[in-house]
T-cell receptor, first 113, second 113 residues
């Protein structure tokens, strides 16, 4: 119940394409869903986050879509660039233990020039 | 402003030894969390410290412990090291442990031989 399931494990997309990464959760107590981006040799960096009262959120080329009834959410990267090549993690947390972030297993994204 | 600083960056220890890792949070941040990252288990929450008190704890054995000092700097200690403790240990800081986003350090790569 504490898990966040993420797919795919890896993804290769041509430059300009729209990679989509999907996540699903079981615990309805989760009320905050961030996405993190991690480059080799660095720690994860917060990219964008959403709360379940919103179905979509955009920040620049990054969009989160959220389906509360299905308990699923996804990250879309518009006009992807080689510099977006990184590992992406979806995550979830709940108000009662806000600091305890439950991470998905990660998606290694490669954008081909 | 300076980011989250973790020292050392790399560490090699022998099974059975103990190790102490250090984390200096962003100035003004009072919450420090620790995560373990491995290829098999992904990113897992260890514990969070706020104002020198452990506020949240993950599901790790008692060999993993931590503390926080009055200047918010934190240390993590692992005793009786096992081969399976080989991992990237990440520290993250935030203002108050809430939802405003955590800033991660680049981690300490621990190898147990």
């Amino acid at each position: 119940q504490q898990q966040v399931k993420q797919s795919p494990q890896s993804l290769i997309v041509q430059k300009g394409g729209i990679p989509i990464i999907n996540c699903a959760y079981e615990n309805t107590a989760f009320d905050y869903f961030p996405w993190y981006q991690q480059f080799p040799g660095k720690g994860p960096a917060l990219l964008i986050a959403i709360r379940p009262d919103v179905s979509e959120k955009k920040e620049g080329r990054f969009t989160i879509s959220f389906n509360k009834s299905a308990k699923q959410f996804s990250l879309h990267i518009m006009d992807s660039q080689p510099g977006d090549s990184a590992t992406y993690f979806c995550a979830a947390s709940m108000e009662s233990s806000a600091s305890k972030i439950i991470f998905g297993s990660g998606t290694r994204l490669s954008i081909r020039p | 402003k300076a980011g989250v600083t973790q020292t050392p960056r790399y560490l090699i220890k022998t099974r059975g030894q103990q190790v102490t890792l250090s984390c200096s949070p962003i100035s003004g941040h009072r919450s420090v969390s620790w995560y373990q990252q491995t290829p098999g288990q992904g990113l897992q929450f260890l514990f969070e410290y706020f104002s020198e008190t452990q506020r949240n704890k993950g599901n790790f054995p008692g060999r993993f412990s931590g503390r926080q000092f009055s200047n918010s700097r934190s240390e993590m200690n692992v005793s009786t090291l096992e081969l399976g403790d080989s991992a990237l240990y990440l520290c993250a800081s935030s203002l108050d442990g809430g939802r405003d986003g955590y800033t991660f350090g680049s981690g300490t790569r621990l190898t147990v031989v």
